[in-house]
T-cell receptor, first 116, second 110 residues
Framework: KAGVTQTPRYLIKTRGQQVTLSCSPI?????VSWYQQTPGQGLQFLFE???????NKGNFPGRFSGRQFSNSRSEMNVSTLELGDSALYLC???????????????FGPGTRLTVT | DAKTTQPPSMDCAEGRAANLPCNHS???????VYWYRQIHSQGPQYIIH???NNETNEMASLIITEDRKSSTLILPHATLRDTAVYYC???????????FGAGTILRVKS
């Protein structure tokens, strides 16, 4: 099976712009989660989507949003970019169902966003 | 999710076993212990998880104490490629939110 893919891998944006990042989960996985990693804050959970519904949300401002499509692919959007949004954005997919049970998450390589 | 405590860094000689400890004294009965690692600038990689019993897979072994308040990840024969940040995470059995701490930087030296 192909792994989790994220596009683009690198991105440079200007403060005030918006950006959309894409994540394609492992085939058959219906859960997609997004994380932000910065040197100061470490790895932080942004949100999770399962079957096109946001199931969980981290403590981030409303400028951060996401969605999931019927084929489980997911996008996240950051509007009005700030310098502090520079980070590695990671996507993870899981075949863990909504009813629970243990299961691992598989991470993609990430998108490195630089805001200037 | 319960909080975990890990040493900030550890060194291990190549070929020797690396034993990475984790304290999770507030763990609840329905919370699993997960271990991930992250090699520089790559996405985290799942290693192993467990609930009560010790677990072993091709990568590592997980030893959970009987009271479940602590665990140890064992890499039986560490190689230079095992140099990474290792995260111990406790999570409930539903949902997919992972709460990462600072982790342990493991340096394997030749």
């Amino acid at each position: 099976k192909a792994g989790v893919t994220q596009t683009p891998r690198y991105l440079i944006k200007t403060r005030g712009q918006q950006v959309t990042l894409s994540c394609s989960p492992i085939s058959g996985h219906r859960s997609v989660s997004w994380y932000q990693q910065t040197p100061g804050q470490g790895l932080q959970f942004l949100f999770e989507y399962f079957s096109e519904t946001q199931r969980n949300k981290g403590n981030f401002p409303g400028r951060f949003s996401g969605r999931q499509f019927s084929n489980s692919r997911s996008e996240m959007n950051v509007s009005t970019l700030e310098l502090g949004d520079s980070a590695l954005y990671l996507c993870a997919s899981s075949d863990r169902s909504a009813s629970g049970g243990a299961g691992e998450q598989y991470f993609g390589p990430g998108t490195r966003l630089t805001v200037t | 999710d319960a909080k975990t405590t890990q040493p900030p860094s550890m060194d291990c000689a190549e070929g020797r076993a690396a034993n990475l400890p984790c304290n999770h004294s507030t763990i609840s009965g329905n919370e699993y212990v997960y271990w991930y690692r992250q090699i520089h600038s790559q996405g985290p990689q799942y290693i192993i998880h467990g609930l009560k019993n010790n677990e072993t897979n091709e990568m590592a072994s997980l030893i959970i104490t009987e009271d479940r308040k602590s665990s140890t990840l064992i890499l039986p024969h560490a190689t230079l490629r095992d140099t990474a940040v290792y995260y111990c995470i406790v999570r409930v059995s539903y949902g997919n939110k992972l709460v990462f701490g600072a982790g342990t930087i493991l340096r394997v030296k030749s």
